[in-house]
């Protein structure tokens, strides 16, 4: 099924699924139901640890994935986004890493799997989500000391390989570097990607999406799409593209670029429009397939999905209207 996954890409847009966070707020957990009875004698809070339910209310984790299938995603994200020991330190859960990638990789890959025995001529994907961490290696936190860093490239590497080889062995299809503001950080993601295909002699495809933090075009690091794009281009990727922090409508212009100089699949996966006072998202599913549709119009997307604020109602007209169109075609030698 890893190999296919090339061979449909030709044929047709593949749909992403839509926010994980998004449809976890809709259940208004409290300390009590992230805590389940496992941890109930946790020593710190846990609210917010969204990783964690997938041990302490796998239910509703599954049921999410199940929802998004049923809209019409190819692919669907595994809840890992934050399970790295970096990210669980915030939660004094660093030893869970292991458990919260497997069983979050396991829940996905059940739900892909009673689909795909139902409709054999439409696989479904797992892809294996790895966030940025809330380190950057290649910026100072510290405004008074521009050289300090809060994170070095090995200790990345560490902790990115703890979590790839969980979700591996959890089954993933695929492995998703997203949502990345510093490219220093998703080459450390890469290079254990690629130390442990070769150690574990296996070719699952690596899926890249960077993140344009605000009208200037640029990651959080400074990047402009052409560098981030350069930047990686050494690397076997099955997709480069965009996500997150942005709309549909702010996010276009940037994937134009970035489709005219990869010879890789390219992936977007906007927010659903800019949030309001509240943090919250207006805009309409409706709303977002219009925009979207100025995508497959421009040729510029092979993937396409949702991050914040989607949830399966977006996906299944998003999913509807990439059935309209081709894909992009891969440009050689750009």
């Given at each position: 099924?890893?190999?296919?996954?090339?061979?449909?890409?030709?044929?047709?847009?593949?749909?992403?699924?839509?926010?994980?966070?998004?449809?976890?707020?809709?259940?208004?957990?409290?300390?009590?139901?992230?805590?389940?009875?496992?941890?109930?004698?946790?020593?710190?809070?846990?609210?917010?640890?969204?990783?964690?339910?997938?041990?302490?209310?796998?239910?509703?984790?599954?049921?999410?994935?199940?929802?998004?299938?049923?809209?019409?995603?190819?692919?669907?994200?595994?809840?890992?986004?934050?399970?790295?020991?970096?990210?669980?330190?915030?939660?004094?859960?660093?030893?869970?890493?292991?458990?919260?990638?497997?069983?979050?990789?396991?829940?996905?890959?059940?739900?892909?799997?009673?689909?795909?025995?139902?409709q054999l001529n439409k696989p479904r994907f797992v892809?294996?989500?790895?966030?940025?961490?809330?380190?950057?290696?290649?910026?100072?936190?510290?405004?008074?000391?521009?050289?300090?860093?809060?994170?070095?490239?090995?200790?990345?590497?560490?902790?990115?390989?703890?979590?790839?080889?969980?979700?591996?062995?959890?089954?993933?299809?695929?492995?998703?570097?997203?949502?990345?503001?510093?490219?220093?950080?998703?080459?450390?993601?890469?290079?254990?990607?690629?130390?442990?295909?070769?150690?574990?002699?296996?070719?699952?495809?690596?899926?890249?999406?960077?993140?344009?933090?605000?009208?200037?075009?640029?990651?959080?690091?400074?990047?402009?799409?052409?560098?981030?794009?350069?930047?990686?281009?050494?690397?076997?990727?099955?997709?480069?593209?965009?996500?997150?922090?942005?709309?549909?409508?702010?996010?276009?212009?940037?994937?134009?670029?970035?489709?005219?100089?990869?010879?890789?699949?390219?992936?977007?996966?906007?927010?659903?429009?800019?949030?309001?006072?509240?943090?919250?998202?207006?805009?309409?599913?409706?709303?977002?397939?219009?925009?979207?549709?100025e995508y497959f119009e421009?040729?510029?997307?092979?993937?396409?999905?949702?991050?914040?604020?989607?949830?399966?109602?977006?996906?299944?007209?998003?999913?509807?209207?990439?059935?309209?169109?081709?894909?992009?075609?891969?440009?050689?030698?750009?």
């Open positions: 099924m890893n190999n296919s996954i090339f061979e449909i890409l030709k044929k047709r847009i593949l749909v992403l699924d839509g926010a994980m966070g998004t449809m976890i707020q809709k259940y208004k957990f409290s300390e009590s139901d992230y805590r389940g009875s496992r941890f109930i004698n946790h020593s710190c809070n846990v609210q917010g640890n969204n990783d964690l339910l997938s041990l302490t209310q796998p239910e509703a984790i599954y049921k999410i994935h199940e929802e998004y299938l049923d809209s019409g995603a190819d692919i669907i994200e595994t809840n890992t986004f934050s399970s790295t020991s970096i990210g669980m330190a915030d939660y004094k859960m660093e030893s869970l890493v292991k458990e919260i990638n497997y069983e979050s990789a396991r829940l996905a890959k059940k739900a892909t799997n009673k689909f795909n025995e139902k892809a294996g989500s790895i966030g940025p961490t809330n380190k950057t290696a290649s910026m100072s936190p510290d405004v008074n000391d521009p050289g300090f860093r809060a994170i070095t490239f090995d200790n990345l590497v560490e902790s990115y390989s703890e979590q790839i080889n969980a979700l591996i062995d959890g089954g993933v299809d695929i492995l998703l570097v997203e949502t990345i503001f510093d490219t220093l950080n998703a080459k450390a993601a890469l290079f254990a990607c690629d130390v442990i295909k070769e150690t574990r002699k296996s070719d699952i495809p690596v899926m890249v999406s960077g993140t344009i933090t605000d009208a200037s075009g640029r990651t959080l690091s400074g990047q402009t799409v052409e560098a981030f794009v350069t930047s990686l281009s050494h690397i076997p990727l099955l997709s480069i593209g965009l996500n997150c922090a942005l709309g549909a409508d702010l996010l276009l212009p940037y994937m134009k670029r970035l489709s005219k100089i990869t010879e890789n699949y390219t992936s977007a996966f906007p927010n659903a429009g800019l949030p309001n006072a509240f943090g919250e998202y207006d805009q309409t599913p409706n709303e977002m397939k219009s925009l979207i549709k421009a040729n510029c997307v092979n993937i396409i999905g949702g991050c914040c604020g989607t949830t399966p109602e977006f996906i299944k007209l998003i999913s509807e209207e990439a059935a309209k169109h081709e894909p992009r075609k891969i440009i050689q030698n750009v």
